[in-house]
């Protein structure tokens, strides 16, 4: 019976980093899948479990009917060939790891492998939310069986060659998907058969100016990249979003940049949301404190100052996340709240 055991834990495959990076993740909550992918918790999956904090959803319920109770967040790819500076994840060379994210991977996992791992982890995670005495019973009993994934927890998920697969994986099992990409992998958006629920591009900057200085991108070419991506991505046939991280006197500057690239870009939401200074974003090699976060207003008022340049309607405004919703128009604002559940 050992040895079967033994045989069979030899068939999972250990991630593909260096033993300590990967220690230091699994330290901040990071649970891995295979080779390459991961879940982790949410702050709003937890918190919207919990009966004394009942309607603390994150901004995707309120914004687009997403229910935070029954939210996978999980990557497929850990490794990210930016290093944007507000960024709040690891960023190896910074730990003292010498890593080449860009090819990292000798072998790609299976897509089915990789969802039934994400779906099981993510369940063994809440697990021990099921005793506990302020957690709702009833969203609990509903969060075994989630309905939404949200590809986004680090890296740059168009690494994996199998994207279109693994988003097809998902949509027969009813679990909608929400894929965020940094916006650099122009082939891998052209190869896409399968569309996500949702499709994110990550706008870091609104000139090749600050982008660079902002993302410190480790490929050449990443804002001309970019700017090809963005001609690609608009003509897509699913809901596309920009998502903005904006960090006082860095990158929340120029409104007519940002409203020139979404005239590019032609996306139907725009979320303008404010840098938060945690996790490696406090590492002192990436130069940003903790005055640098925006508060409530400046987010607001820089919203609504791209709304004027660009036509977008300000339609929302979620404050824990300090984040503002713009929508093309008027069509587009009545179907954002649509019904992603089984």
């Known amino acids: 019976m050992e040895n079967n055991k033994l045989q069979n834990a030899s068939l999972v495959p250990e991630p593909h980093m260096p033993q300590g990076l990967a220690q230091t993740m699994k330290k901040q909550g990071y649970h891995f899948v295979g ?15 919990k009966k004394k904090t009942i309607n603390h959803t994150c901004y995707k319920h309120r914004f687009y009917g997403i229910r935070s109770w029954r939210c996978i967040q999980a990557t497929p790819a850990i490794g990210c060939n930016l290093a944007c500076s507000f960024c709040w994840r690891i960023i190896p060379e910074e730990e003292g790891f010498k890593w080449n994210e860009l090819n990292a991977i000798g072998e790609w996992d299976d897509p089915e492998m990789i969802v039934e791992g994400l779906i099981k982890e993510h369940k063994r995670i809440i697990s021990g939310y099921g005793g506990h005495a302020d957690v709702d019973k009833a969203r609990w009993d509903e969060a ?7 590809l986004s927890l680090t890296g740059e998920p168009l690494f994996y ?19 965020v990409t940094n916006g650099t992998m122009v082939n891998a958006l052209k190869k896409l058969t399968t569309l996500p629920t949702q499709l994110y591009v990550s706008v870091q900057a609104p ?5 660079e200085k902002v993302t410190r991108p480790k490929t050449p070419n990443a804002w001309n990249s970019f700017q090809e991506f963005l001609d690609v991505f608009s003509k897509l046939q699913t809901r596309r979003v920009f998502r903005l991280t904006l960090v006082n006197g860095v990158n929340m500057v120029d409104a007519d940049g940002y409203a020139k690239l979404m005239a590019k870009g032609k996306p139907h939401y725009v979320e303008v949301k404010g840098f938060v200074y945690v996790g490696g974003a406090r590492n002192k090699e990436r130069g940003l404190s903790y005055s640098q976060m925006p508060r409530n207003e400046d987010i607001r008022a820089f919203a609504e100052e791209i709304s004027k340049k660009s036509g977008y309607i300000l339609a929302d405004y979620h404050e824990s996340s300090n984040i503002a919703l713009l929508c093309s128009d008027s069509e587009a604002a009545r179907k954002r709240i649509i ?3 089984k």
Not at 144 to 150: C, G, K, L, N, R
Not at 161 to 179: E, G, N, Q, V, Y
Not at 207 to 211: D, H, I, M, R
């Open 35 to 49: 080779r390459h992918s991961a879940t982790k918790i949410c702050n709003y999956t937890a918190s919207s479990l």
């Open 339 to 341: 019904d992603f559940e």
């Open 207 to 211: 000139n090749k100016e600050v982008y």
């Open 144 to 150: 075994q069986d989630p309905a939404h994934v949200a």
């Open 161 to 179: 060659p199998k994207i279109s697969m693994l988003i097809d994986a998902f949509h027969k099992r009813k679990i909608s998907t929400f894929l």
